[in-house]
């Protein structure tokens, strides 16, 4: 199910349908990691201000200068953390668009969904980018330890995330639970593919479409396992 979903995603990326949503989804990404960089860049900046070292003094010298390295590895690895809730948050203003293109080439029988407002869709959008940095942030030092663990920890948020938003614009929340229970393995692994594509440049602009795309698919695949209607 997984991999039919990951192909037929691939297949139609290039179409129009996808155009205009991957380019909105590109501007509110951008966007939102700028933000969360300023806001932690200045966060750390006003912490450190005027630190001084006892006996020593002022910071200075060799060690200003590890400081300012540190730093830069610092904001290269926050960029890429700061993928998984940017994504997230960009999804949210265009679900709609991005899955209506899925379901109307390979679902044509279901007709229209009901859908969501878009005020609801970002609302869903900043939830989830705000348990992805809830999560996130106290685990940073196991990901120095375990590498592997940040793309499992933002696979299951990607998945479940993505997921979420693509069976609730047909199903209720306890349906959505049942369904999601039924392919959890499935769409945890999807996730996990998306968590690894957003820490690789480049691939990093497509996923939230693509991550979209394939959840629908995994959606769909489902509600066909679970019988509903």
Same mark, same amino acid.
């Given at each position: 199910? @997984?991999?039919?979903?990951? %192909?037929?995603?691939?297949?139609?990326?290039?179409?129009?349908?996808?155009?205009?949503?991957?380019l909105?989804?590109? /501007?509110?990404? $951008?966007?939102?990691i #700028?933000?969360?960089? /300023?806001?932690v860049?200045?966060?750390?900046?006003?912490? #450190?201000?005027?630190?001084?070292?006892?006996?020593?003094?002022?910071?200075?010298?060799?060690? &200003?200068?590890?400081?300012?390295?540190?730093?830069?590895?610092?904001?290269?690895?926050?960029?890429?953390?700061? !993928?998984?809730?940017?994504?997230? %948050?960009?999804?949210?203003? !265009?679900? &709609?668009?991005?899955? &209506?293109? #899925?379901e109307?080439?390979?679902?044509?029988?279901?007709? =229209?969904?009901?859908?969501?407002?878009?005020?609801?869709?970002?609302?869903?959008?900043?939830?989830? $980018?705000?348990l992805?940095? @809830? #999560?996130?942030i106290?685990?940073? =030092?196991?990901?120095?330890?375990?590498? =592997?663990?940040?793309?499992?920890?933002?696979?299951?948020? @990607?998945?479940?995330?993505?997921? &979420?938003?693509?069976?609730?614009?047909?199903?209720? =929340?306890?349906?959505?639970?049942?369904?999601?229970?039924?392919?959890?393995?499935?769409?945890?692994?999807?996730?996990?593919?998306?968590?690894?594509? %957003?820490?690789v440049?480049?691939?990093?602009?497509?996923?939230?479409?693509?991550? @979209?795309?394939?959840?629908?698919?995994?959606?769909?695949?489902?509600?066909?396992?679970?019988?509903?209607?």
């Amino acid at each position: 199910m @997984l991999i039919s979903a990951i %192909t037929k995603s691939l297949a139609q990326m290039p179409t129009a349908t996808m155009l205009r949503p991957l380019l909105l989804g590109l /501007v509110v990404t $951008a966007v939102s990691i #700028v933000a969360f960089g /300023v806001t932690v860049g200045a966060g750390v900046s006003w912490l #450190v201000s005027g630190w001084s070292i006892p006996w020593v003094g002022e910071i200075g010298g060799a060690v &200003d200068g590890a400081i300012g390295w540190l730093a830069g590895v610092g904001s290269v690895i926050a960029m890429a953390f700061a !993928f998984t809730p940017a994504a997230v %948050t960009a999804i949210g203003f !265009f679900v &709609d668009p991005v899955a &209506d293109a #899925v379901e109307a080439k390979h679902y044509p029988a279901l007709g =229209p969904a009901a859908g969501r407002s878009l005020a609801t869709e970002v609302s869903m959008g900043l939830r989830y $980018a705000g348990l992805a940095i @809830l #999560v996130n942030i106290p685990l940073i =030092p196991f990901y120095f330890i375990f590498p =592997p663990l940040p793309a499992a920890v933002n696979g299951w948020i @990607l998945g479940r995330s993505f997921f &979420d938003m693509a069976a609730l614009r047909r199903e209720t =929340p306890a349906r959505t639970k049942a369904l999601r229970r039924s392919v959890w393995f499935q769409m945890i692994l999807g996730g996990i593919l998306l968590a690894v594509m %957003t820490m690789v440049p480049f691939l990093n602009l497509v996923a939230p479409v693509f991550g @979209l795309a394939m959840m629908t698919h995994l959606y769909n695949g489902a509600r066909k396992k679970k019988g509903f209607a």
